[in-house]
């Protein structure tokens, strides 16, 4: 059994979409060879847990637990506010209006000192810890997936300390990303730097899909050159997590649900907007409507949706086990798949899409262009609609309302299930698992 040093900062008990890639790598690797020493921070400093995905993990995973300072916790002592999540600080990086002097100093000072993240505090702890499990044994290659980017600089030095083969896995695009701060210059520049001296010192590059490969070969200066180096591995789903699966219905209504988080950038308002327009022309979906929001969603967009005509039609759900959010999406009759509103955000596939797609549920995806779409297109999942074209989403909805009262099924045709198949997280690993094996050869 060969063995990989694999630095995340997020994993169980964890919970959110960022967990779930990095759980089920380590689930499945010892199948095909691969010990995992996963270094990761203390689960005392996060707040989205899910201690339910803790028994995914097989019992002899060594996981190492270190120290992380991080900005949030910087914000919460210097505007005096209670440590805020993910999806608030996203809106505050979005420039809301609403936000106090002290919100915005703190995100300048984020911005330009902050590098490559929030999480740049963990660097040491990180490297201490490693280079103590390279010592004790056998590392035959070390991993490190991102965001947070402060993982890559930790892949990066430690295989320049050692001489291992190093992996950076990219679930987003870094300097090139759609939510990238605006730094000062001289910030910006040293961060581009850091991120080329990571992307040259690995042996292999791993993208979640082919536009953030080609932003990392732009990213380089290297361009076709760099591509003998780059990977595609998708993101996915694991057949296992929809063994007895147990859909909620809600007897009698037409059930809409979304699963994730919303923050401002999120057109969820615009969609809400769409259904107002939807219950004007035929009332009656206002009787049987039910809109379920699951996962977290910045106190901006809930207040904007609090004030909908159809608020008593909408519920929110707070982050819950992963598996009881399975149920939600199986029990629904329509799935909506939100893509943020920002320049370059053809190249967003979130992790959802892929249980959306096994779920076997009909999805509509507010985005028309890029590669979420492109993959419900080619499955037959499901219809892409712009977020802008409201007159398109109203008559959607009525004729998905119309079909649900009728009991016909939404989409027509079948759906391409050897297609969907390819998305497997057992199939994601044993690709993970042969680059390993390819950069020992």
């Known amino acids: 059994m060969k063995h990989v040093l694999f630095l995340s900062y997020y994993f169980p008990p964890a919970g959110g979409s960022a967990v779930q890639r990095i759980l089920k790598f380590v689930k499945y690797l010892p199948e095909y060879g691969w010990m995992p020493f996963v270094v990761t921070t203390e689960s005392e400093k996060i707040i989205l847990k899910d201690e339910s995905l803790i028994k995914e993990i097989p019992e002899n995973i060594k996981i190492i637990r270190t120290s992380s300072p991080d900005l949030y916790n910087f914000y919460s002592r210097f505007t005096g506010k209670a440590k805020t999540s993910d999806a608030d600080l996203s809106a505050l990086a979005a420039g809301s209006k609403e936000t106090s002097l002290l919100s915005k100093a703190a995100v300048f000072i984020r911005a330009a000192f902050f590098i490559p993240d929030a999480r740049v505090g963990w660097l040491p702890y ?10 004790k044994n056998r590392i035959h290659v070390i991993f490190a997936s991102a965001p947070p980017f402060t993982t890559l600089l930790a892949g990066a030095f430690l295989s320049k300390l050692t001489g291992i083969p190093f992996i950076a896995d990219y679930r987003d695009p870094w300097t090139g990303a759609y939510f990238y701060f605006q730094r000062p210059l001289i910030s910006t520049m040293f961060e581009k730097f850091l991120e080329k001296r ?12 082919q536009p953030i490969a080609e932003i990392i070969k732009d990213v380089s200066r290297r361009g ?4 003998e180096k780059i990977r595609i591995i998708p993101n996915g ?23 994730g988080t919303q923050h401002a950038r999120m057109n969820s308002v615009k969609f809400i907007r769409s259904i107002e327009k939807a219950v004007r022309s035929e009332p009656e979906i206002g ?11 910045s106190q901006d967009v809930r207040e904007k949706i609090h004030n909908s005509k159809i608020r008593r039609n909408i519920k929110f759900i707070e982050h819950i086990p992963h598996r009881e959010c399975l149920n939600h ?17 053809e ?23 890029g590669d979420a779409a492109d993959i419900i297109r080619k499955a037959n999942a499901g219809y892409t609609i712009a977020p802008d074209n409201i007159d398109e989403q109203v008559s959607f909805i009525v004729k998905s309302f119309n079909r649900f009262k009728n009991k016909k099924p939404l989409i ?29 050869t």
């Not at 990180?126 to 010592?135: A, C, F, P, T, Y």
């Not at 009787?287 to 969603?297: A, E, S, V």
């Open 287 to 297: 009787k049987y409507l039910l809109i379920k929001f699951i996962g977290r969603t």
């Open 347 to 369: 190249l967003i596939v979130t992790g959802k899409l892929f249980e959306y797609l096994r779920s076997g549920k009909p999805i509509l995806c507010l985005a028309h262009r």
């Open 329 to 345: 999406a199986a029990g629904a009759d329509l799935l909506l798949l939100l893509i943020p509103e920002t320049p370059g955000n």
């Open 237 to 259: 789903f694991d057949p296992a997590d929809f063994e007895d699966i147990d859909p909620v219905i809600e007897n009698g209504k037409f059930t809409i649900v979304y699963t």
């Open 198 to 209: 990571c992307i040259l010192t690995a042996n292999r590059i791993i993208a979640i899909n």
């Open 412 to 440: 027509e045709g079948k759906r391409d299930q050897a297609y969907i198949q390819g998305f497997s997280r057992k199939r994601s690993t044993q690709k993970l698992a042969d680059i390993f094996n390819e950069v020992l």
């Open 126 to 135: 990180v490297l201490r810890e490693s280079l103590k499990i390279i010592r």
């Open 224 to 227: 076709e050159s760099l591509s």
